[in-house]
């Protein structure tokens, strides 16, 4: 239970004593009261009757006594009128039982109205005859008892509530800044370091802000000096320093990284920049001049492609690469028109630039095409569209991918049978500490069943499955073989699964709630469920990335990020969606043992993902040289074949 209720069930519970105490009062008061109206009316009829009747009974006349006592009684104010003795005996009695009409019971048997009889001697001269006793009849008094009892709750409760909204407010403001302070904790604790505006009046609350808020500070300040660490060592290793773009190792490990199936897409096109002439342009003008030249086509290439381009890179001394992921052929043609005009402006408005001109080549590529082949293509590209002219372009749309040989509906077929005939089998590969060589998780990966029974890898079929928005149903099938698995175990062993999911899910609000449903059933003893997303796919829609990891911490399962490192929004991605673990790229593993400055990056990046308690597992270990070199490094986990190949016996 919060303090903002637990003070205000606090205080209400008070206030609900003192409104019931006063209503007591209230009706103890009113009570009294009658108590002596009661009292005085019958001694006002006591002595009213003390001069008729001493007449009567000195005389003797008991009929008239009677009669005058009767004449009295009959007017229904009184409950008895008796005349008593000298010796205590009745004379004359006349009396009915108390009567209450419209009063609850339980209301006169709980507040009960005790008036007191009056009484008055009767004298004839010297000589006492007796006493007259009267005593009320309390109908009319219980009546305007439960009136005013009724009055008085009224009253009361609505002042009660009155009272309660009123503390409510006033809790509401006083305490605010608690919301504040609890809604920091709950960043902190999920990575982001932000400060509270709210300043509290009251002095204790106020202390806890600012104490908060210079933890949160200092901790961001220490985040910041080890991003921009990092950076400063990505820059080093991966960024050319003329034209602000990654350079060519980033180039070549990143293009490796989407032919080898690392990064998911349907389609790609690789466009490059090759600008003719530059060696003659620096002699006549000045190398200084040209670099700022080349600056100038960087940023005009940036500006032009924008978002559209996942890769941008300087390859060469005049060379630009540029790759494009899942992009239709009307939207490359009109990027690369514009591209073209925006380079025309630039290249025309140079003084003594004549001679000096570019050339523009645009090719397709898909998953498992080899690197050489794919820069040959673009060489010859690049080179027809000199040959056509000055300032050419030469966009090919053939690709002649051997992926697509059964043609592109016979695979969105294939795949949509295997859904419907579930022929899909898990291959898990093992995640090992590196120190210990324990297998801390598997990583689920999944082989489609082709019709020939042999089975076809995911590089193969997943850029048909992306291009025909398969990808949500693929992951679901695997999902459910996945939780069919835990369920076949019964928690009778420990297991630690992470799966893959792609981007394309995330957009389907149909699997999102699928998936939420099925983690909410999950047993979860003996189980360590993980889900992760490929960098790239974070970056493609942050948000989406966000809540999906918001999800999944409240059903107790752990996000991570796969292929991580080698994009030039990988540190900001790291402190703007903070993970669970991130799975270092193979390609920034195998470069670190040879290259000094990846090497910085690696170890710069475990020292941020530590001050963020964010695991760190290398993936592509290959050799020991390799787990020696990262456990130097802090590295605590590795992947990859030197532990074990992807097999359905690890499952």
């Not at 403001?173 to 509270?196: C, M, T, Y």
């Not at 291009?467 to 062993?493: C, T, Y």
């Not at 990056?601 to 993936?619: D, F, G, N, T, Y």
């Amino acid at each position: 239970m919060t303090l903002r209720r637990q003070l205000f069930l606090g205080i209400s519970v008070i206030f609900l004593g003192v409104f019931v105490g006063l209503a007591i009062l209230g009706v103890s008061g009113t009570r009294t009261y009658l108590e002596e109206q009661l009292g005085s009316h019958a001694q006002d009829a006591a002595s009213s009757l003390v001069h008729p009747l001493s007449q009567s009974l000195a005389d003797g006349d008991m009929i008239l006594a009677e009669t005058q006592v009767a004449t009295l009684f009959d007017r229904g104010y009184f409950q008895r009128i008796a005349i008593l003795g000298l010796d205590g005996s009745v004379i004359v009695e006349r009396e009915l039982a108390a009567k209450v009409e419209g009063v609850p019971m339980w209301f006169t048997s709980l507040v009960t109205l005790q008036a007191p009889a009056g009484e008055s001697f009767l004298t004839a001269r010297w000589r006492q005859l007796g006493k007259v006793v009267v005593l009320s009849q309390p109908t009319h008094a219980y009546q305007y008892l439960w009136k005013s009892a009724l009055e008085i709750s009224g009253w009361m409760l609505l002042a009660y509530f009155l009272a309660l909204a009123l503390v409510r407010m006033v809790l509401r403001w006083i305490l605010n800044p608690l919301s504040e302070i609890e809604r920091s904790a709950v960043d902190i604790q999920q990575k982001h370091f932000g400060q509270i505006a709210v300043k509290p009046r009251a002095l204790e609350l106020a202390r806890v802000v600012g104490a908060m808020n210079d933890m949160s500070r200092k901790i961001s300040e220490f985040l910041d000096a080890e991003s921009r660490k990092a950076e400063k060592f990505r820059r080093e290793a991966y960024q050319d320093d003329v034209s602000g773009l990654d350079n060519r190792r980033s180039f070549d490990l990143r293009l490796a990284q989407a032919l080898s199936g690392e990064i998911a897409f349907s389609d790609a096109a690789l466009l490059g920049i090759e600008v003719n002439n530059l060696k003659d342009f620096n002699t006549e003008a000045s190398y200084r001049k040209g670099d700022q030249f080349l600056a100038s086509v960087a940023a005009a290439a940036r500006e032009t492609l924008g978002d559209k381009a996942s890769i941008l890179c300087r390859i060469g001394g005049s060379s630009f690469g540029f790759v494009l992921f899942d992009q239709n052929t009307v939207t490359l043609a009109d990027i690369g028109r514009q591209l073209r005009d925006r380079l025309q402006q630039i290249f025309d408005a140079l003084e003594g630039g004549n001679d000096f001109s570019f050339s523009i080549g645009m090719v397709h590529f898909r998953h498992g095409e080899e690197r050489a082949r794919v820069l040959s293509r673009l060489d010859l590209a690049i080179e027809s569209a000199r040959q056509s002219g000055r300032n050419g372009l030469q966009y090919v749309v053939d690709v002649g991918s051997s992926e697509s040989s059964i043609g592109s509906l016979a695979w969105r077929e294939l795949i949509r049978n295997a859904l419907a005939e579930n022929r899909w089998t898990l291959l898990g590969q093992p995640v090992v500490s590196l120190s210990s060589g324990e297998v801390m998780q598997q990583e689920i990966m999944t082989r489609l069943v082709g019709n020939d029974g042999n089975l076809v890898p995911a590089s193969v079929f997943l850029p048909m499955a992306m291009r025909h928005k398969l990808m949500p149903d693929i992951d679901q099938a695997l999902l459910s073989l996945v939780f069919r698995r835990l369920e076949e175990r019964g928690g009778n062993e420990c297991v630690n699964l992470a799966v893959n999911l792609s981007n394309q899910s995330l957009d389907n609000r149909e699997f999102l709630t699928w998936i939420g449903g099925r983690l909410s059933r999950l047993n979860q003893r003996g189980v360590r469920l993980s889900f992760e997303l490929t960098e790239y796919g974070c970056s493609l829609d942050m948000e989406a990335a966000r809540q999906f990891a918001d999800m999944l911490r409240t059903h107790q399962v752990r996000f991570g990020i796969d292929h991580f490192g080698l994009m030039p929004s990988s540190l900001q991605l790291l402190r703007d969606l903070p993970p669970d673990y991130v799975k270092l790229n193979a390609g920034l593993v195998a470069e670190a043992p040879e290259n000094e400055a990846a090497r910085a990056l690696l170890r710069s990046i475990v020292s941020l993902a530590s001050s963020l308690e964010v695991e760190v597992i290398a993936q592509g270990v290959e050799n020991a040289e390799q787990v020696e070199m990262l456990l130097k490094d802090s590295v605590k986990a590795g992947q990859g074949y030197h532990f074990g190949a992807p097999s359905a016996d690890q499952l």
